[in-house]
């Protein structure tokens, strides 16, 4: 036996790894090939560790990739195979060629669309989406409840600001004023008279009470919370005020007028005019009460047109004309329509013709004077 043929049989018993397992980068051939005399290509004492290694030599195999990757093979730094990705494919074998290492091969939802799927990604996503969904019917309940909100706050300003300056309701409490006015009728009053509107004679106004001018009313068992709600929505606006402590009466007499009952046809006179009042309920005196005052400066002579049921100016006098007077400070406003119930719905015009004569204060109408006669003989 040679010595050469000895070193082989020692090298093959040392390499106990079929020669497929190995690739060696000096053979352009088959790694299967063994040299012709029969002798490893490495050194018998040296461990072969060619399965750890990708030996480029034949670029057709594919379980052996060419060192030279053709373009688009995702392949590491200087030809070496990247590091084995995480998950359940890692580790297996699986040639670098045919792992899914770019980028681009990622689906929408960051799962990976070849073999290589991540399933974790998968169920990431679909949860992802049902959270976007319920996010998406929470945010939209949200915005719908902040849109309510934001409405009816303006809503309640809205209400606010005109009920302060600009139109309110009011609720008729007594029958003072019929048959113009009746029982449980709402009217809407002008705030805007006396002030940007000059006040006139004939107009039914609205005033806070002067002094103990209310009788109290009867309240109706409501609860307190009730109670409270009632009181918060007619400060807003949104309800007619109760009117227990404001009166609806009509101005007959404005300030320095000299208003007196009666003259020789039972009629009042304002500055001197008897005045024709068809507003007055049916059967009704113009007054059953006899006076004569003259209207302090900033107040007025009111009237109820139920002349028998009404507590008014007349009630509350002292024969000056100083205490049964309104203050023009307490009067809320002018009351301009009739809207509740609809049945009643009417306009409250002022009655011109019934004041067109009088004249300003201090121009009082004189009496004619009796005129007699002599006769000579």
């Known amino acids: 036996m040679s010595d050469d043929q000895g070193r082989g049989r020692a090298g093959a018993g040392h390499e106990a790894d079929p020669a497929w397992l190995r690739h060696d980068f000096g053979d352009e051939t088959d790694a299967g ?5 029969g002798e490893s290509p490495r ?53 670098a060629a045919y792992r899914h290492d770019d980028e681009t091969d990622r689906d929408l939802h960051g799962g990976w669309d070849g073999d290589g799927a991540s ?14 969904d319920g996010g998406g019917v929470g945010s939209m309940v949200k915005a719908a409840t902040k849109e309510f909100v934001i409405v009816i706050g303006m809503a309640l300003v809205l209400s606010f600001v005109v009920k302060t300056w600009l139109l309110q309701a009011f609720y008729i409490p007594s029958g003072s004023m019929e048959d113009t006015l009746v029982l449980n009728d709402r009217v809407i009053v002008s705030k805007l008279t006396p002030g940007a509107f000059e006040l006139k004679r004939g107009d039914i106004i609205v005033f806070s009470d ?30 007619p005020n109760d009117s227990e402590d404001h009166l609806i009466k009509r101005v007959i007499g404005l300030p320095g007028d000299h208003v007196v009952c009666c003259d020789e046809g039972e009629r009042l006179t304002v500055n001197g005019v008897p005045l024709v009042e ?17 209207v302090p400066k900033g107040s007025v002579w009111v009237m109820g047109d139920h002349r028998s049921d009404s507590s008014d100016s007349r009630y509350h006098d002292n024969g000056s004309g100083k205490t049964g007077s309104v203050a023009e ?25 019934t004041f ?22």
């Open 33 to 37: 090939d063994a040299p012709a005399n």
């Open 43 to 95: 050194s018998g004492t040296e461990p072969d560790d060619g399965w750890l290694r990708h030996d480029p030599s034949d670029p057709t195999d594919p379980a052996h990739p060419a060192e030279h990757p053709q373009p688009g093979t995702p392949l590491g730094a200087a030809g070496t195979e990247p590091a084995p990705r995480g998950g359940a494919d890692a580790g297996d074998g699986e040639p």
């Open 119 to 132: 399933d974790d990604g998968g169920r990431a996503s679909s949860r992802s989406e049902e959270g976007r």
């Open 210 to 239: 002067p002094g103990n001018w209310v009788d109290p009313l009867p309240q109706a068992p409501h609860g307190q919370v009730v109670t409270t709600i009632r009181k918060g929505l007619m400060f807003v606006g949104l309800l």
């Open 278 to 294: 068809p507003y007055i309920k049916p059967g009704d005196a113009p007054s059953s009460m006899d006076f004569d005052i003259t």
């Open 329 to 353: 400070s307490l009067i809320v406003g002018r009351a301009v329509a009739l809207v509740w119930p609809l049945d009643h719905l009417t306009w409250l015009s002022n009655p011109k013709a």
């Open 356 to 377: 067109a004569k009088v004249p300003a204060p201090g121009r009082e109408q004189e009496k004619p004077a009796h005129s007699t006669t002599t006769g000579g003989g």
